[in-house]
């Protein structure tokens, strides 16, 4: 089992920034990979960035040159830094983890809400 909780959410003007943080716990692989996704209301689950142990990111098309996703191996720690935010980037941010296992873990979300 892989425990994920996500912090710094909050409320922001356009334009603004917020620094995400999920922190992993309990079986964790040395080879994974971690990522955000994001729901806002009454649409669906969408990637917004992922990295790998390896330092490999990988980014939406509407987030790259304004997010910039990083992880701290050793304490388990992802970030995702969001600057220049839309309110179109409003949502329900996930952490998301999975390695070899054919199974992919949740944390239970943080609101971020951008005011226009």
């Known amino acids: 089992q892989v425990h994920l909780v996500e912090s710094g959410g909050g409320l922001v003007q356009a334009g603004g920034s917020l620094r995400l943080s999920c922190i992993a716990s309990?079986?964790?692989?040395?080879?994974?990979?971690m990522g955000w996704y994001r729901q806002a209301p009454g649409k669906q689950r969408e990637l917004v960035a992922t990295?790998?142990?390896?330092?490999?990111?990988n980014y939406a098309d509407s987030v790259k040159g304004r997010f910039t996703i990083s992880r701290d191996s050793a304490k388990n720690t992802m970030y995702l830094q969001m600057n220049s935010l839309k309110p179109e980037d409003a949502g329900v941010y996930y952490c998301?983890?999975?390695?070899?296992?054919?199974?992919?873990?949740w944390g239970q979300g943080t609101q971020v809400t951008v005011s226009s």
């Open positions: 998301s983890y999975n390695d070899h296992r054919p199974i992919d873990y």
């Open positions: 309990g079986s964790i692989f040395s080879i994974n990979r």
């Open positions: 990295i790998t142990t390896g330092g490999i990111t």
